[in-house]
């Protein structure tokens, strides 16, 4: 062991939670389920653990990533350590009912397979306390409905990284509109190539720039769709 090998134990919290930041940066699984087994022993809740230690890391990975620090290799790494942590407080996290926020359902659009993006943003929400299903990429208007259908999810979350690929949303709104449904949902969309203004024109609820946003904006709109405070 190398003299200057930090011992994850022997920090303090504060100081534990700054290392795990910098773990799930570099991508470190095994170092960050260390740091969750040592805050569970030290009698945190699996809720603070995940939003302050897992979710708080993933914040600043996802603000590096949209700004062109960190690029999708090294966000892999990342997003698969915080799934480390996932996995050991998942289980807990539904023992202590930890609140569960709202259920989303989420894909890539028709002809579009870009999955980074909408993975970090599932990894997210599932961070914040929301239950999400990934349909995955490529998805047709058929598959998002009948995922609806299925799922009676609160939001429909579509992502799209091609500007050919963009207008597809509004095919998928459209037909939940013909069909009677879209007021049933809150409906995110996101991807680089998108903006407001695009969210607008097609009938989104709302476009996330990235997928801290998606969660503070998913928060609040389903606190309105329940007629309660969003919870901070």
């Known amino acids: ?3 200057d090998e930090i011992i994850l134990s022997e920090l303090d919290d504060e100081e534990l939670v700054a290392q795990m930041f910098d773990d799930l940066y570099d991508g470190l ?4 389920e260390e740091g969750v087994n040592i805050l569970l022993e030290r009698g ?7 939003t302050k230690a897992l979710v708080g890391g993933m914040t600043v990975v996802g603000a590096d990533f949209r700004d062109g620090i960190l690029f999708v290799p090294e966000v892999l790494l990342a ?3 915080m799934k480390g942590g996932m996995h050991i407080l998942k289980p807990l996290l539904a023992e202590t009912g930890a609140p569960r926020v709202g259920k989303m359902v989420i894909g890539t659009v028709k002809g579009d397979i870009h999955d980074i993006g909408k ?21 047709a208007v058929e598959k998002y409905l009948e995922a609806l259908e299925t799922e009676k999810p ?8 091609l500007t050919t690929t963009m207008p597809y949303m509004k095919v998928v709104i459209d037909t939940m509109k013909e069909k009677g449904i879209r007021d049933d949902f809150i409906v995110l969309v996101g991807g680089a ?8 024109a097609i009938g989104a609820d ?27």
């Open 1 to 3: 062991m190398a003299d």
């Open 29 to 32: 699984k095994e170092e960050i």
């Open 44 to 50: 945190w809740t699996p809720y603070d653990i995940l």
């Open 79 to 81: 997003a698969n350590a």
């Open 119 to 139: 993975n970090l943003v599932s990894m997210m929400m599932e961070g914040a306390g929301f239950e999400v299903v990934d349909i995955g990429i490529n998805n």
């Open 154 to 161: 609160d939001i429909l979350g579509m992502s799209a990284l």
């Open 193 to 200: 190539p998108l903006n407001e203004e695009f969210g607008r």
């Open 206 to 232: 709302a476009y996330c720039r990235d997928a801290a946003v998606a969660v503070e904006t998913a928060k609040t709109l389903v606190a309105r769709k329940h007629n309660q405070p969003a919870a901070h």
